[in-house]
């Protein structure tokens, strides 16, 4: 995967309450399996959320498992969320399923969503990139700029691990006509449909 921010978003703290005003009998359990006082009985959190964010991401791999990928996002069995229920992602989920090289479509034609509106002299917009792998024209012994504690090993619930993910970070300096404008939608559908940019 690489994945380009077209908006970084804004990060949002939630407050956030669990099992308080219940019968002890009903309340939450411990690790034991026995429930919590009437005192501990309300499990307080602070829950931290991306909101305005916009990630375009190109998916790289066997043409069969791309496919697979791309009919499932369009075709779900069960409604989509990221990371919680009620955090639900915008629509469209997949702009090109058929690109041969969904990296330089990245760069060169997909529909770049950001605000605000460009000013009228802007020729290219500094776009942060994500890669899996050294970028394109990177020395391949660049070091990583991060790892993230984000590869799945075992997705069972009493041991769950991930493994550190490698990941490079660039600035790339995408030309300004990528920009989708004031009807984003409008752009991203044309795009979809194959209408020039």
Same mark, same amino acid.
């Given at each position: ?97 058929? +690109? ?56 069972? +619930? ?40």
């Amino acid at each position: 995967m690489t994945i380009r921010i077209d908006q970084p978003g804004i990060l949002y703290r939630d407050f956030h309450t669990v099992g308080g005003g219940y019968p002890r009998e009903e309340g939450i359990l411990t690790g034991k399996g026995e429930r919590r006082s009437q005192a501990k009985a309300t499990l307080v959190s602070q829950r931290d959320y991306l909101t305005g964010a916009v990630f375009t991401i190109a998916v790289q791999g066997p043409a069969a498992l791309t496919a697979y990928i791309a009919d499932t996002l369009q075709r779900p069995r069960f409604g989509l969320f990221l990371g919680r229920r009620a955090c639900l992602p915008d629509e469209p989920l997949v702009l090109n399923p058929h +690109s041969s090289d969904s990296v330089t479509e990245l760069l060169t034609r997909t529909p770049l969503t950001r605000t605000p509106a460009l000013p009228p002299t802007a020729a290219h917009l500094p776009t942060t990139f994500v890669w899996e792998h050294p970028p394109p024209g990177a020395d391949p012994t660049t070091p990583p700029d991060r790892e993230s504690t984000s590869e799945p090993v075992n997705l069972t +619930s009493h041991a769950r691990r991930h493994l550190p993910r490698r990941l490079w970070m660039t600035t790339e300096h995408l030309p300004a006509h990528l920009h989708a404008g004031p009807r984003p939608l409008d752009t991203l559908t044309a795009y979809m449909h194959g209408e020039p940019a």
